[in-house]
Nanobody, 114 residues
Framework: QVQLVESGGGLVQPGGSLRLSCAAS????????MSWFRQAPGKEREFVAR???????NYADSVKGRFTISRDNAKNTVYLQMNSLKPEDTAVYYC????????WGQGTQVTVSS
């Protein structure tokens, strides 16, 4: 079965960096677009970044120039490098892929605070 397991979240000061990982299993990872979404308290889940099977990338305007999505098909893992973090980046971050339906990981908490 499809599984997505996020890791790498934590508490970081404003201006700091974190790298999130999402380990995927149960499908042909290299053939699918992978995405990151986030959900802040009291807000709807929002798109952050995506990377296609050919490694084309797209970003939300709010993270462009600060976040970088990448993938390692040999490890079935997608990454989100987050630099210059701001308090408004605080959220639970979710990994996502769509096969015949959407699949989500359990999420990893990112808190940006001094």
């Amino acid at each position: 079965q499809v599984q997505l397991v996020e890791s790498g979240g934590g508490l970081v000061q404003p201006g700091g960096s974190l790298r999130l990982s999402c380990a995927a299993s149960g499908f042909t990872f290299s053939s699918y677009t992978m995405s990151w979404f986030r959900q802040a308290p009291g807000k709807e889940r929002e798109f952050v970044a995506r990377i296609t099977s050919s490694s084309s990338t797209n970003y939300a305007d709010s993270v462009k120039g600060r976040f970088t999505i990448s993938r390692d098909n040999a490890k079935n893992t997608v990454y989100l490098q987050m630099n210059s973090l701001k308090p408004e980046d605080t959220a639970v971050y979710y990994c996502n892929t769509v096969l015949y339906r959407a699949y989500w990981g359990q999420g990893t908490q990112v808190t940006v605070s001094s």
